[in-house]
């Protein structure tokens, strides 16, 4: 649907103008340009429901005098749009470019039905022949469905991460890893924001066309934010609102110059090569880029404790090791408690850590609080048994 068009670069450009100054920027971007980016981010949000199979829906973009035509086709399980009006449509749908920007960028809020015009087509009418009525009432009925579904993508609602990671195939639930509950506690306060997401490791490897599952993920979860991915190997994706970026995560240069170019980034998420020295690599140049409350992620933590993957299983401490590293963070985040000298970069802008399953969340912040008086710190209370003698 969205091929030539750089959906991405339009939605990125459209939705901060959301809702105010809509009207300014359709009018820039064009009515054609600005009802395709639409149309492909309606799409992709479409749960396309079972046995819907056949049904055209004729979706209409207007902006003044202008109007853009869709098809969008319901099959079994799947959902398409193609510019140009269906022959035979059970319904036709019609939404200002604006009310449709808005119900997929806006501010979660109720539905307002009103936002669109709707007509469906009776495929049953009084000159009906009985006998035809039970296969048409199953047409009406698949049609219905599609039509839930087409609507109800322009909603603010959102699926849960587990949904999600099930929907699009991602082995962060349910199979060898169980990261998306905890993902939805720390994420979810950016679900609604114009957040910017970078995904290290696309899935797929040195094939062009397959992997981003769980880019495809976040998009979904980030209504609005824009999702970047980054592989060793050179990803072919066709998604509004992701961009995939080859390069290697251990390069520290190129991190920084791609953080210039697309970030800075809110979110972060490693899930790359897991080879300690990658993982310590990326987050030296990208931590310091993150923005003040973003979070940074880092999954497989596990291979800190295998040699072959550069970690240690005897000193697991080792700062050359992920798990090593992170244990020293805990140090600095308490770094006001105890003389640990000139505090770091890290000791100051560290301000919360997170530890699950092979999973943790690195916050970023400024660590401010002052540390407890020295007289708490030199006298323990009398009050407790034994602190005298300390
Ligand atoms: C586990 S897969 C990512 C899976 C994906 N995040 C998902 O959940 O669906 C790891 C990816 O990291 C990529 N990768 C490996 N080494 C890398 C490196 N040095 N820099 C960037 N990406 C790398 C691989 O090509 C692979 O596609």
Known sequence: MSAGIDTTSILEALIPAVPGALPDRVREIGLPLTAAALVDELVHRCDPPARSGGVDIHLRVTSGPESADYVVAFGDETVAAEPGVPE???????????????ALFGRPGPINTGAWRHEALQLIGPDTPPGEIPE?????????????????ACSPHRPSLNELASRFG????????WYTPYYERHFSAFADEEVRVLEIGIGGYHDLESGGSSLRMWQRFFRRGIVHGLDVYEKRLDTPRVRTIQGDQSDRDFLRRMSEEHG?????????SHFNRDVLASFDALFPLLKEGGIYAIEDLQTAYWPSWGGDDRD?????????????????????????GKPSYLDENVMGLYFYHNLAFVLKGANNECGAPAVVRETPPDYIPGG???
């Open 88 to 102: 035979e449509p059970w319904a036709r749908v019609e939404f200002t470019a604006e009310n449709l920007a808005k």
């Open 136 to 152: 048409l009432l199953k047409v009406q009925e698949g049609a219905m469905r599609a039509n839930d579904a087409l609507l109800a």
């Open 170 to 177: 991602t082995d962060k639930w349910g199979s060898v890893h």
């Open 264 to 272: 800075p980034f809110d979110i972060v998420v490693d899930d790359g």
């Open 316 to 340: 697991t401490a080792a700062p050359t090791t992920s798990i090593g590293f992170l244990k020293k963070l805990i140090d600095g985040l308490y770094h006001r408690e105890y003389e640990a």
């Open 388 to 390: 005298e003698e300390e």
